[in-house]
């Protein structure tokens, strides 16, 4: 199927994402082992603005693919399965409600070529849509905006 000029450019900004992804790794320093529900696990510091702006250009690209349009908004990211001090300590943690709150959304699971290294689904929300990405059966964020009202002019 030929691509429109549009769809080149989001497929390529994602593309460009993904290869500095790779490079996002090389931002974690050294790290610490741990023990977490019985499994040995590594705590490091992470750059989440770095990360976010890998995860923002991911959610465009998909959000083109998904709605036919690119979108104008700007997205939220959540990067769900990072953990804080106060979560390995036990304590509580301000981001639980809203852990809490993203595991009550219906989640449509979209078809992906490769699940095993990259799925997603989506949950319209009133006003708004939330993407969840998965890497690799690990590695779990949400991106979340609002949808562009369509009777509006922008």
Request: aromatic share 14%; glycine share 8%.
């Amino acid at each position: 199927m030929a691509q429109t000029p549009r769809q080149n450019k989001h497929l390529k900004s994602a593309k460009d994402r993904l290869i500095e992804a790779r490079r996002c790794y090389q931002t974690i320093g050294d790290f610490e082992t741990t023990v977490i529900n019985g499994e040995e696990t590594g705590v490091f510091k992470f750059d989440l603005e770095r990360v976010k702006s890998v995860m923002e250009p991911i959610a465009n690209a998909i959000y083109f693919k998904d709605y036919g349009e690119g979108y104008v908004g700007k997205w939220n990211v959540f990067i769900t399965s990072l953990m804080s001090r106060e979560d390995l300590a036990g304590q509580p943690n301000q981001w639980q409600p809203f852990r809490d709150l993203l595991g009550t959304l219906q989640f449509v699971a979209k078809p992906v070529p490769q699940p095993a290294i990259f799925r997603y689904a989506v949950c319209e929300i009133p006003g708004g849509v939330v993407f969840e990405f998965v890497f690799y059966d690990a590695f779990t964020s949400h991106c979340f905006g609002p949808r562009p009202d369509k009777t509006t002019t922008v």
